[in-house]
């Protein structure tokens, strides 16, 4: 029974020892992270991030036995980059954008920005945002990204760590 508990209080200790935090500028500049230390940051999403890419295609005519016949077709391709998703730093953009790379591949990276009207200094999503979403290039090709992708931003892993030494002395006092 004392084994189960010491356990539990050792993951519990573990699982609290990081949190995970949004990427700001106060963090940049609080760990000195240039890109070159950037690398060595995992990059978390906040929410779930859909890329949708749509395709048709179709024909009218007439059957052989006199009927109007519509043929079409639709392909769907998505990319769901899933809540807590690892990402690494790939380069700083020319707009100062950080580039994380979620997946192997040419071009498969998403650029996250600060926006202008926020003030928490959060690196958001960057698409071309209109009214029900925004598109991107993602892997050389245009995907919209649903509306729900506009509020997802980096986060990064803080592990406080505490070192404490201490040095007791117990006095046993003196006799006269």
Known sequence: MKRIFAFAVLAL???????????????????DLSPENMTKVQFYTSSNIILEKN?????QGTGSSGELVVNSSKTQNRVIIPTNTRGVFEKIGPNNEVIVRFEVGSGRVIKFATRATQTSGKYYLVADWKNNGGTIEYGGETYTVSSGGSSSFLQVRLKKLQKTKRKDRVVKGMKV
């Open 13 to 31: 200790l573990v699982v609290s020892c990081a949190q995970k935090i949004p990427y700001t500028d106060q963090v940049k500049e609080d760990f």
């Open 55 to 59: 395709q048709s295609s179709g024909n």
